[in-house]
């Protein structure tokens, strides 16, 4: 059984840093898109960051230059590096994996941006 399972959110004040990390386990097969997404209470899930097989990566404006995406594939993790936090960036955090036609997410991992 496939299994997401994000760590690395918590609470930390506006200017400050914070990874994200998502190990993915499980038979999953060739991994196309590996992303993060994120939802802010009474708000939509709105994507954040990106990155496919080819390594091309993208990002929502609001986090570009802020935000990272990478992976580890001898660790079968994708990160999210956040820097210069804001407030507006508190949310819950998830973790997707798009592989072999299948949507995969995350529970979720809480990020609290203080003022």
């Known amino acids: 059984q496939v299994q997401l399972v994000e760590s690395g959110g918590g609470l930390v004040q506006a200017g400050g840093s914070l990874r994200l990390s998502c190990a993915v386990s499980?038979?999953?097969?060739?991994?196309?898109?590996m992303a993060w997404f994120r939802q802010a209470p009474g708000k939509q899930r709105e994507w954040v960051a990106s990155?496919?097989?080819?390594?091309?990566?993208n990002y929502a404006d609001s986090v570009k230059g802020r935000f990272t995406i990478s992976r580890d594939n001898a660790k079968n993790t994708v990160n999210l590096q956040m820097i210069s936090l804001k407030p507006e960036d508190t949310a819950v955090y998830y973790c997707?994996?798009?592989?072999?036609?299948?949507?995969?997410w995350g529970q979720g991992t809480q990020v609290t941006v203080s003022s």
């Open positions: 499980g038979t999953i097969g060739d991994i196309n898109t």
């Open positions: 997707y994996v798009y592989a072999n036609i299948r949507n995969y």
């Open positions: 990155l496919t097989d080819d390594g091309s990566t």
